[in-house]
C-alpha cells in the first residue's frame, strides 16, 4: 500500500461528534451503505475511530470480508441520503450508489463526493456486544481531502 499523507487530526476529531454519518464498504463488486448511530475517536496514535452499527443489518458481512469500511458526514440537507441509507431501507437489491456521485479513497469503499467529511477505514477490532448494536473499530487510513476518483464516478 503506498504511504498516505498524514492527516490533519485535530481537524478530523473536531468534526466526529458533529452530525450523522454512513458507513459504507465493498466486497466482491458489491456495495453497500447504511446510516449509523454513533461515530467517535478511540485513539490519536494511530488514529482509531469506533462506529456503531445496529446488530444484522445486511453491511456487516461486507465489512467483515474485506476488513474495511468509510464513514462519511452527510449534511442536514442532504435528505436524500439520509433516506436511501436509513436502516429501515434493508433491500439489498442493487446498488444503493448508483445515483449518487461516489468516489474511492484507499480501502476501496465508496465515499460520498458531496460529503464534507469521509474517513477511510481498515478494521482493526470488531466487537459483538451482548446488546442490539455491534462495534467497528477502524484505523484511520485516508480523508476525503486525498480522494482519488473512481473510475466511471463523478
Known amino acids: ?3 498516505v499523507p498524514p492527516l490533519d487530526t485535530e481537524r478530523v476529531l473536531a468534526l466526529l461528534p458533529q452530525g450523522q454519518f ?3 464498504s465493498q466486497f466482491d463488486g458489491r456495495r453497500a451503505g447504511v446510516l449509523v448511530r454513533w461515530v ?13 452499527l445496529r446488530k444484522g443489518h445486511w453491511i456487516s458481512p461486507m465489512i467483515r470480508d474485506s476488513r474495511t469500511f468509510a464513514v462519511c458526514r452527510l449534511e442536514s440537507t442532504d ?4 433516506k436511501k441509507f436509513a436502516e429501515t431501507n434493508r433491500a ?3 446498488d444503493p450508489f448508483d445515483c449518487m456521485a461516489v468516489t474511492r479513497l484507499v480501502s476501496g469503499a465508496p465515499v460520498l463526493v458531496r460529503s464534507s467529511l469521509c474517513l477511510d477505514c481498515e478494521v482493526v ?3 459483538d456486544l451482548e446488546a442490539d448494536f455491534e462495534l467497528f473499530i477502524g484505523k484511520v487510513l ?6 482519488i476518483p473512481a473510475a466511471g464516478t463523478a
Do not use: F, Y
Open 1 to 3: 500500500m503506498d504511504s
Open 22 to 24: 454512513v458507513m459504507t
Open 40 to 52: 467517535c475517536a478511540c485513539a490519536d496514535e494511530p488514529l482509531l475511530i469506533s462506529v456503531s
Open 79 to 82: 435528505r436524500l441520503a439520509a
Open 92 to 94: 439489498n437489491d442493487g
Open 125 to 127: 477490532r470488531h466487537i
Open 142 to 147: 485516508a480523508s476525503n481531502d486525498q480522494a
